[in-house]
């Protein structure tokens, strides 16, 4: 069973809105802080945003500040990403990976198998 | 703006031992930045290796180890194998559930 799953990529003009979202099961989705990280095409890991698990608090990285809205639902075990005027450089591949902790220290696990989004007119 | 470096690129003869390095452009990363590392094959979603600076998830070979050395965190590849050649991320948490990850290491077997 695959713990995350992501949808709602696709190709999106610039200027343009998309929401993803992310399936959770296999775990008490939410007790868990849950984040959105991408990679555009042959580039490196970032992070997106998180939000923590009863959605008190949410983060963003500062190249999507403003455009992009996480949201969760944990009655349904989903997580959302809002994207909004959407341009070349949110082109990536974008993973829902949960935080797993052990007292106060945080990591990634586990990844889904991400969901594409493509910018592009 | 703060900036997490590794290696670009890196090479491993087999059964070789090699070092990545994961470290501040501004600071020190100590055991508080909780290093963590994630292996990355091509076409594939990242799998974790190490959290907590020097703890293998779930299933990672022992070959794999974590480290703080001087300045950085570092991830030791003992005994390299053909499938250790892939991508390596570090991820450092700056507080406030903000993340940065380096850009990644390339690491070639031959």
């Known amino acids: 069973e695959v713990p995350l799953v992501e949808s709602g990529g696709g190709l999106v003009k610039p200027g343009g809105s998309l929401r993803l979202s992310c399936a959770a099961s296999?775990?008490?989705?939410?007790?868990?802080?849950m984040n959105w990280v991408r990679q555009a095409p042959g580039k490196g890991l970032e992070w997106v945003s998180s939000?923590?698990?009863?959605?008190?608090?949410?983060y963003y990285a500062d190249s999507v500040k403003g455009r992009f809205t996480i949201s969760r639902d944990n009655a349904r075990n989903s997580l959302y990403l809002h994207m909004n005027s959407l341009s070349a450089e949110d082109t990536a591949m974008y993973y829902c990976?949960?935080?797993?902790?052990?007292?106060?220290?945080?990591?990634?696990?586990?990844w889904g198998q991400g969901t594409l989004v493509t910018v592009s007119s | 703006q703060t900036v997490v470096t590794q290696e670009p690129s890196l090479s491993v003869s087999p059964g070789g031992t090699v070092t990545l390095t994961c470290g501040l452009s501004s600071g020190s990363v100590s055991t508080n930045s909780y290093p963590s590392w994630y292996q990355q094959t091509p076409g594939q979603a990242p799998r974790t290796l190490i959290f907590?600076?020097?703890a293998r998830s779930s299933g990672v070979p022992d070959r794999y180890s974590g480290s703080i050395l001087g300045n950085k965190a570092a991830l030791t590849i003992t005994g390299a194998q053909a499938d250790d050649e892939c991508d390596y991320y570090c991820?450092?948490?700056?507080?406030?559930?903000?993340?940065?990850f380096g850009g990644g290491t390339k690491v070639t077997v031959l």
């Open positions: 991820a450092l948490y700056m507080g406030s559930g903000v993340w940065v």
């Open positions: 296999g775990f008490s989705f939410g007790n868990y802080m």
């Open positions: 990976v949960r935080t797993k902790t052990a007292g106060p220290i945080p990591w990634f696990d586990p």
């Open positions: 907590k600076t020097n």
């Open positions: 939000i923590t698990g009863t959605s008190s608090s949410r």
